[in-house]
């Protein structure tokens, strides 16, 4: 068990509607990653948080987003859903605000997202 | 052409037998190397993890990088039907950040008890 918990391990939905993946961080990290993971495209990162701030972006659609709260768990919203979004998303959590050190960086189980 | 490549597999062999896999790289700013065990339906974690060149062994465990062909290798010897899963190479630039992690699509093994 990583401690990184996220919500819900699995989702089923219809294109065109709207999701919200929900992320815990590991006690004390204040970082936040969410990454997406499909079978044509592999581990790909879309966003990082730091302590509530968005630090960086990366493939991440317009169509998604995300935000870390106060208490540091983060959501990732994933709206106007089309076939292609069907993939699993990962959270992630580490200590400091970007920099890792080989065992700094913890992965949830993921929400296995499918849009029919 | 992607950043980092990966023979997808999948790779059977039998119990006790020494595995290698491998991923090669063409961004030469790589410098964090990483080897990450997926179980199938589960979150990446953490096996190996080297700077630069050279060789580091954990167990049964051992991760190579050859930053001057771009190649980085990590070998398992007495493998284990445990060992059954997918396993995702990963690097990143200088600086180290996971949110520059560039991954490989995987090697998905398979130990034959």
Redesign the interface.
Same mark, same amino acid.
């Given at each position: 068990d990583?401690g990184?918990t996220q919500t819900p391990k699995h989702l089923i939905t219809a294109t065109g509607q709207r999701v919200t993946l929900r992320c815990s961080p590991r006690s004390g990290d204040l970082?936040v990653?969410w990454y997406q993971q499909s079978l044509d495209q592999?581990?790909?990162?879309l966003i990082?948080y730091y302590n509530g701030e968005e630090? /960086?972006k990366?493939n991440i659609l317009e169509r998604f987003s995300a935000q870390q709260f106060p208490d540091l768990h983060s959501e990732l919203n994933l709206s106007s859903l089309e076939l292609g979004d069907s993939a699993?998303y990962?959270c /992630?959590s580490?200590v400091e605000p970007?920099?890792?050190?080989?065992?700094t960086?913890y992965?949830?189980?993921?929400s296995?997202l499918t849009v029919v | 052409q992607k950043e980092v490549e990966q023979d997808p597999g999948p790779l059977s062999v039998p119990e006790g037998a020494i595995v290698s896999l491998n991923c090669t790289y063409s961004n030469s700013a790589f410098q964090?190397f990483?080897w990450y065990r997926q179980y199938s =339906?589960?979150?990446?974690? @953490?096996l190996m993890?080297?700077?630069s060149s050279g060789n580091k062994e954990d167990g049964r465990f051992t991760a190579q990088v050859d930053k001057s062909s771009k190649y980085i290798s990590l070998f398992i010897r007495d493998s284990q039907p445990s060992d059954s899963a997918t396993y @995702?190479c990963?690097m990143?630039a200088l600086?180290?950040?996971? =949110?520059? @992690?560039t991954?490989?699509?995987?090697t998905q093994l398979t130990v034959l008890p």
């Amino acid at each position: 068990d990583s401690g990184v918990t996220q919500t819900p391990k699995h989702l089923i939905t219809a294109t065109g509607q709207r999701v919200t993946l929900r992320c815990s961080p590991r006690s004390g990290d204040l970082s936040v990653y969410w990454y997406q993971q499909s079978l044509d495209q592999g581990l790909q990162f879309l966003i990082h948080y730091y302590n509530g701030e968005e630090r /960086a972006k990366g493939n991440i659609l317009e169509r998604f987003s995300a935000q870390q709260f106060p208490d540091l768990h983060s959501e990732l919203n994933l709206s106007s859903l089309e076939l292609g979004d069907s993939a699993l998303y990962f959270c /992630a959590s580490s200590v400091e605000p970007g920099q890792i050190s080989g065992n700094t960086i913890y992965f949830g189980e993921g929400s296995w997202l499918t849009v029919v | 052409q992607k950043e980092v490549e990966q023979d997808p597999g999948p790779l059977s062999v039998p119990e006790g037998a020494i595995v290698s896999l491998n991923c090669t790289y063409s961004n030469s700013a790589f410098q964090y190397f990483m080897w990450y065990r997926q179980y199938s =339906r589960k979150g990446p974690e @953490l096996l190996m993890y080297t700077y630069s060149s050279g060789n580091k062994e954990d167990g049964r465990f051992t991760a190579q990088v050859d930053k001057s062909s771009k190649y980085i290798s990590l070998f398992i010897r007495d493998s284990q039907p445990s060992d059954s899963a997918t396993y @995702l190479c990963a690097m990143s630039a200088l600086g180290g950040s996971a =949110r520059q @992690l560039t991954f490989g699509s995987g090697t998905q093994l398979t130990v034959l008890p």
